[in-house]
């Protein structure tokens, strides 16, 4: 009975909170909220056992997400394309939900081997984050939404967008064609546009370069932010260039030729 009091009241507070991520126009704050309550009943039901648990599967997370950013970083992007960077990141994204859910199966393994009672505490974290996420989906459908109002004096003041842009601009909205709405791969995109003229947006998009009387000089000083760098890699490429020599060496009435070529 006392178990069964806890879980509800950890419901109600979930149901709570749910509420006002509702109104708020927050659905993925409530499904936060719902994911914190699973954690919450089981360490109300299961104590310390639970809560060392518990930080032993956010460690475990922690080394995920660190492993999906180093996938994220190793891709190599192309200039307006995005078809084989939206596959690799497609690839990052599956090892990354399958290393969590590595992480969430520890964790209840754990629960029910090492802790009193843990059967009983992950039935009842389950049924709190269920009757949550419940919650969520419900209020999820009456929810008003704002529309954000535009400050023109901000977007007067975008001085290095604005100017990155005007130079990239093209391939940029190649990368918004191509990636199809995955905002990672668009990142990736966007940044190997950028490489791509670096040297031209260092000289024109940034101070104490040639440009520095440009219009992003004027733009920047006006505004106060100006930047002293991009956001960018200069890309090289190494050449390999081959020479020929001959020697001539004359005994007697013969002639020896020698070729030596380098590389």
Request: aromatic share 2%; glycine share 10%; net charge positive.
């Amino acid at each position: 009975m006392r178990i069964l009091r806890g879980v509800l009241v950890a419901v109600g507070a979930a149901l709570a909170v749910a509420q006002a991520a509702g109104d708020a126009n927050a659905a993925s704050e409530c499904v936060t909220a719902c994911r914190a309550l699973y954690d919450d009943t089981l360490r109300g039901l299961c104590g310390s056992c639970a809560d060392t648990r518990l930080a032993d599967r956010d460690a475990c997370r922690s080394g995920v997400q660190d492993d999906f950013s180093s996938c994220i970083d190793d891709i190599a992007g192309n200039p307006g394309r995005c078809a084989l960077t939206r596959d690799l990141v497609a690839r990052c994204r599956t090892q990354q939900a399958t290393g969590a859910e590595q992480c969430q199966s520890k964790l209840r393994f754990r629960i029910r081997k090492q802790c009193a009672g843990g059967r009983v505490c992950l039935a009842a974290a389950r049924k709190a984050r269920r009757g949550c996420l419940k919650s969520c989906r419900r209020g999820g459908r009456s929810v008003a939404t704002t529309t954000p109002t535009a400050n023109p004096a901000a977007g007067a003041c975008q001085c290095q967008q604005s100017c990155i842009e005007t130079i990239v601009g093209s391939c940029y909205q190649d990368c918004n064609d191509a990636c199809e709405g995955d905002q990672v791969a668009l990142g990736i995109c966007r940044g190997a546009c950028r490489d791509a003229q670096c040297a031209q947006l260092e000289n024109q998009c940034t101070v104490g370069q040639d440009g520095g009387g440009n219009q992003y000089q004027r733009c920047c000083t006006a505004c106060g932010n100006c930047e002293t760098e991009v956001d960018c890699v200069t890309t090289t490429s190494t050449t390999t260039t081959s020479s020929t020599s001959s020697t001539t060496t004359t005994v007697g009435s013969s002639t020896t030729t020698t070729t030596l070529r380098s590389f």
